[in-house]
């Protein structure tokens, strides 16, 4: 358990930020999961929305150094040739 008050505050944010962190990977991962499905259901167009919505997610992700860049754009181009 932290001592100094200095550590508590720290404790505190990185608590927050880990919830916040875990809240934004679950989003990319929920709308991978549902561009997967609507892969499979042949719809190209209701995929080429969920794939955007997903680029978007992964943006963000990336954006507040939740995912790495070089993952991010490997995703990315793997999503779009599942399109393809």
């Known amino acids: ?5 200095s550590a508590k505050k720290a404790l505190r944010k990185s608590l927050k930020n880990r919830g916040r962190n875990y809240s934004r990977r679950r989003t990319v ?11 499979t259901s042949g719809d190209k167009k209701l ?5 955007q919505k997903l680029y ?3 943006d963000k992700a990336t954006k507040r150094n939740i995912i ?4 991010a754009n490997r995703l990315k181009s793997r999503l779009a040739k599942k399109l393809k």
Do not use: G, Q
Request: aromatic share 4%; no cysteine; charged share 40%.
């Open 29 to 39: 991962r929920k709308l991978k999961k549902d561009y997967s499905i609507s892969l």
């Open 47 to 51: 995929s080429a929305e969920k794939l």
């Open 68 to 71: 790495h860049k070089n993952k």
């Open 1 to 5: 358990m932290p001592i100094t008050k």
């Open 56 to 58: 978007k997610a992964i």
